[in-house]
């Protein structure tokens, strides 16, 4: 995938212990607040993380998988300079706009005025829209929300404002929507919500709440942070030696389907005409954390575990992943987990390899990170990643534990207790 910086970002600038890992307390900060994407962290947590790891020093934070940008935004607010990466188009983008929050606040909400009044002035069209869309909205509320997306491009131009007003838009297209959403972003066309909001009021409320963050974040406005669409892998547009502290979470190998959790957002914007689009625009750049993304055709795992980048794990990777391929046989779905885990063991051992060249010696990264066990069968993920570090060139690594997994929800496929916590790696 080619690497393409966005811009040179503009931006401003202790959780509590049981959330720490979680995205809950940032849909109440400002800024944070602008796009809901599950699978993060808390803001507050990055922040208190940053004050506590670098003490009096001056340095330089990277987030390899960053998502819609807490760290960034966190980094900023404590005054510190940071590097991204993330390699899903459509949430870079989100992170980017975001990233413009030290922006000219009256300036964007005119723009966004402006905007809405095209919309309210147009006339209806005829719709064109994926079936997905149609399932998830009401007629009127379709109308509307056409209106807003054919205004949004008549004005679009690149700028900040114009980034700020595609972000308005895409950020209010879950509340105006009749379908539910998943706990992890997944839409569900089939659950329907009683109550949705009307498009042309919620892109009004939404406007005004991000230009009264924008002016409230303004005031600490740190320039500081450069976000790079790109791969985790190779981190190829950062240089080596540039990172002190690396604050991330990565994907777990738990078989969620980051490219899933944008399909409505895509699908509405004309990104992709449906669910098989998510593989070439999508899945296909991230780390393999998904069976949806390891077909069988063409892959073998012991073609993948004799990679040199696996050899302390190998033997472990080699006997965990024959017994997911016994297993699925006698399994409906048939998912390709036996590949998926080493495939995702292989793509992190280059994460590391590439976090080895661009940390400083004696620096340090904490990914927050957790194992799993797809059709029940254990997977030491903390344990691998730990030792792929090291044998990547890092001094050493321990596990600090924030919580228990699937321990009280009795409807879980499998009783494999789980933990979630912060891998600290030295060196
Ligand atoms: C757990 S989420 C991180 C969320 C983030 N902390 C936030 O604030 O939104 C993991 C992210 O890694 C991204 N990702 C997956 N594979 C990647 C890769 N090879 N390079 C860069 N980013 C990747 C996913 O798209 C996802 O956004």
Not at 2 to 31: H, K
Not at 241 to 258: E, F, H, R
Request: glycine share 6%; proline share 4%.
């Amino acid at each position: 995938m080619t690497q393409t910086t966005l811009f040179p970002m503009s931006l401003v600038g202790a959780a509590r212990r049981s959330r720490e890992g979680s995205f809950v307390d940032n849909m109440r900060l400002p800024v944070h607040r602008w796009f809901r994407y599950s699978a993060g962290f808390s803001a507050q947590w990055v922040e208190h993380e940053i004050k506590r790891r670098s003490g009096d020093r001056t340095i330089t934070v990277l987030d390899p998988f960053a998502g819609s940008g807490t760290t960034l935004i966190a980094a900023g607010q404590s005054g510190v300079e940071s590097i991204g990466v993330e390699a899903h188009p459509f949430i870079a983008r989100v992170a980017a706009a975001k990233l413009l929050c030290d922006g000219d606040a009256s300036e964007y909400l005119r723009r966004a005025q402006e905007v809405l009044k095209l919309a309210v002035s147009s006339e209806p069209a005829a719709l064109t829209y994926p079936t997905l869309i149609h399932r998830c909205y009401a007629p009127a509320s379709l109308d509307q929300l056409d209106r807003l997306r054919r205004a949004y491009v008549l004005s679009a131009d690149g700028s900040d404002q114009s980034e700020l007003v595609w972000l308005t838009l895409v950020s209010i297209l879950r509340v105006v929507s009749t379908a539910g959403t998943a706990p992890w972003q997944y839409v569900l066309p089939n659950k329907s919500k009683a109550k949705v909001a009307e498009p042309f009021t919620a892109f009004s409320r939404m406007s005004h709440l991000i230009a009264s963050d924008m002016e409230e974040i303004g005031r600490n406005s740190m320039n500081r942070s450069t976000l790079f669409v790109g791969d985790a892998r190779s981190c190829s547009d950062v240089c080596d030696d540039s990172v002190d502290l690396v604050l991330t979470s990565p994907p777990y190998a738990n078989n969620y389907d980051y490219a899933d959790a944008t399909r409505l957002e895509m699908s509405f914007m004309g990104e992709i005409s449906g669910w098989a689009d998510l593989q070439a625009k999508v899945r296909m750049h991230l780390v393999r954390s998904c069976s949806q993304h390891v077909p069988m055709k063409g892959s073998s795992v012991d073609t993948i575990v004799s990679h040199s980048a696996l050899a302390p794990i190998r033997d472990e990777l080699l006997t965990v992943c024959r017994e997911l391929a016994e297993v699925r046989l006698g399994r409906g779905g048939r998912k390709t987990y036996h590949l998926m885990v080493a495939s995702y063991m292989l793509d992190m051992a280059q994460v590391w390899l590439a976090m080895r060249r661009v940390t400083r010696s004696g620096g340090s990264a904490c990914f927050v990170i957790g194992d799993s066990a797809p059709y029940g069968v254990y997977v030491p993920v903390v344990n691998w990643l730990g030792r792929l570090a090291v044998h990547a060139g890092f001094d050493d690594w321990k596990f600090e534990k924030i919580r228990d997994r699937n321990v009280k929800w009795k409807n879980r496929k499998h009783r494999v207790p789980l933990v979630e916590g912060r891998l600290v790696i030295a060196g």
